[in-house]
């Protein structure tokens, strides 16, 4: 199995997200519980990337539309909630979405190994 560097482990911290790149796509490294999680950096709903997020307790909010995800699993929390942080009435949540439906973040595996983070490669 091929393996790439992606991070020291120091860089990878509980409570905030480290953007590197890879493979051709940005991803995002987070310490959850002391385990490291990558997704991709990269909301579903419009493209735009996550990592200026806001991150709490293993989850990140998108800083465009308030969308939140969890940051191991990728599954989508929060769909279209609010637009430069004000929140969105109900009503208004599926205009804004453009009708695109709740998506998860696409994970990636990784593993820490000797002070650094390796992309697991099939
Ligand atoms: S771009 Fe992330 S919620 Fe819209």
Redesign the pocket.
């Known amino acids: 199995m091929d393996r790439v560097k992606l991070a020291d482990s120091a860089e990878v911290r509980e409570g905030a997200v480290h953007a590197v790149k890879a493979e051709g796509r940005s991803i995002l490294l987070s310490r959850v519980g002391g385990k490291v999680c990558a997704v991709e950096n990269r909301?579903p709903?419009?493209g735009?990337p996550l990592a200026r997020g806001k991150v709490a307790d293993g989850t990140i909010r998108?800083p465009?539309?308030?969308?939140r995800f969890d940051l191991c699993s990728g599954e989508n929390l929060d769909w279209?909630k609010s637009v430069g942080g004000l929140p969105l009435p109900e009503w208004s949540r599926g205009l804004v979405a453009l009708g695109k439906q709740p998506t998860p973040l696409r994970r990636f595996e990784v593993n820490e190994e000797n002070g650094a983070v390796f992309l697991q490669q099939p």
Request: proline share 0%; hydrophobic share 40%; aromatic share 20%.
């Open positions: 909301c709903h419009f735009l998108c465009f539309h308030g969308s279209v």
